[in-house]
């Protein structure tokens, strides 16, 4: 009796510890799928299709910012400038189509050199000086807000005749119904997701966030890895303020400061899906849907203003604290 009482015990706690271990992985799969249940019972036009398509519109631009930060916080390191990426992205492409070449594909392609110069130099000070990362991007984020102020002279920059592919990226529709901004995350999604999970660098990037001493050990190089991740990240974050700036048809010198602590929320979040504790691209998406299901929501619902931001609060400091126990067990 006492053998099979502790078989049916040992049982018992395999059987919870994979339950554990399942809802662990898929929290936020879970909680995604509840709160929209939620909205949609509080008010049936939640699910119109016209409204999802628009969730995900709005999951866009964080979604994108918040790959870029995943992959650069897989390597341990931190990009605190991101917002102002995202906002000199918006400001250069601006200022060149208007000013310099009417042409959106020749300004795109200048544009995305320049915030890859931005990310080159974020890497160079972190990893050449040694400063530290969230010091470091700090001072850069300061300096591109104040290099965007002066580029629109401090307030809204517009034109009445922006060119017809800039105008496209975020206000235009596949088939009349699918936002083309949407169809850029999938393709954000999909390129992140093979350079993280199936190239080389990708993998390495991993390591170098895993372990940079056993990364070094094995022969990678740490400093290469570290500068693609910076590189990397600002250009998704530039690429990301064009969008905005293409959605809004007009560009501000902060415009991207509001969206750098949701993009940081996905990135947190999706630490905790699939492979709790570590940063990846599919947790960073549905992050971002989750916010926006949340904000798309308590909008429909006629909540007070002020709960978006104690939501946004409560979501991330959660998703911190989520990973920061999971890395403290391991």
């Not at 510890?17 to 898929?26: D, F, N, P, Q, T």
């Not at 605190?80 to 795109?108: D, H, Q, R, S, W």
Request: hydrophobic content about 55%; some cysteine; overall charge positive.
């Amino acid at each position: 009796m006492k053998m099979e009482n502790k078989k049916k015990k040992s049982t018992n706690s395999f059987e919870k510890a994979i339950m554990l271990e399942v809802m662990g992985k898929y929290f936020l799969l879970i909680a995604t799928i509840l709160v929209s249940v939620m909205f949609a019972i509080a008010s049936p036009s939640f699910l119109k299709v016209t409204n999802i398509l628009d969730i995900f519109r709005a999951a866009s631009i964080i979604g994108i910012m918040g790959i870029g930060l995943t992959i650069v916080q897989s390597t341990g390191d931190f990009d605190f400038a991101i917002g102002a990426e995202a906002t000199v992205g918006a400001c250069a492409i601006a200022k060149i189509m208007v000013e310099l070449i009417p042409n959106f594909y020749i300004a795109f392609l200048l544009t995305m050199i320049v915030v890859a110069c931005i990310g080159l130099f974020n890497s160079y000070i972190v990893i050449n000086i040694g400063m530290q990362a969230f010091v470091a991007t700090f001072g850069v984020s300061t300096l591109m807000v104040g290099i965007c102020k002066f580029l629109t002279g401090g307030g809204q920059y517009y034109s009445t005749s922006w060119p017809s592919g800039f105008s496209i990226l975020g206000q235009g529709f596949v088939l009349g119904i699918i936002p083309v901004s949407v169809i850029l995350l999938a393709l954000c999604t999909i390129i992140a997701f093979v350079f993280m999970e199936k190239t080389k660098t990708g993998r390495y990037i991993y390591a170098v966030g895993a372990n940079p001493v056993a990364a070094q050990h094995v022969g990678i190089n740490i400093r290469r890895n570290r500068r693609i991740a910076f590189v990397v990240c600002s250009m998704f974050a530039g690429f990301a303020g064009i969008i905005q700036a293409s959605m809004l048809s007009n560009v501000t010198p902060s415009m991207g400061d509001s969206n750098f602590l949701p993009a940081m929320s996905t990135c947190m979040l999706g630490a905790t899906f699939l492979r709790p504790g570590v940063f990846n691209i599919l947790g960073t998406i549905l992050g971002s849907i989750l916010l926006a299901v949340i904000s798309n929501g308590l909008t429909m619902v006629g909540a007070s203003f002020f709960l978006k931001d104690i939501i946004q609060g409560a979501v991330l400091i959660f998703a911190v604290g989520f990973v920061a126990v999971i890395r403290h067990k391991r």
